[in-house]
């Protein structure tokens, strides 16, 4: 396997809802506490890889809330009774 070369920095991928539910995660980038407080700190290899999990985080709470990716979570009624 090949090793694809970073020359850019990884942007966050906050998305400014900044609010996080009982486990931690944020409403908006589905990042932990713990990775959104040291994403300066992590190197392009760590970025990518909270990424990727915070998209399979997204991927299952929109399936078991049976919403389409398309539809916001901003948009959603009573953001802090979401269950996630």
Do not use: T
Request: charged content about 30%; aromatic content about 12%; overall charge positive.
């Amino acid at each position: 396997m090949v090793e694809q070369l970073e020359f850019f920095e990884i942007p966050s991928p906050c998305r400014g809802i900044c609010q996080s539910n009982e486990r931690g995660l944020c409403l908006g980038c589905f990042r932990s506490r713990d990775e959104r407080f040291l994403w300066q700190k992590f190197n392009n290899a760590q970025r990518s890889h909270v990424i990727r999990l915070s998209k399979q985080r997204r991927y299952r709470w929109y399936k078991k809330h049976h919403l389409k990716p398309s539809e916001d979570i901003e948009s959603l009624p009573n953001q802090s009774e979401l269950p996630f």
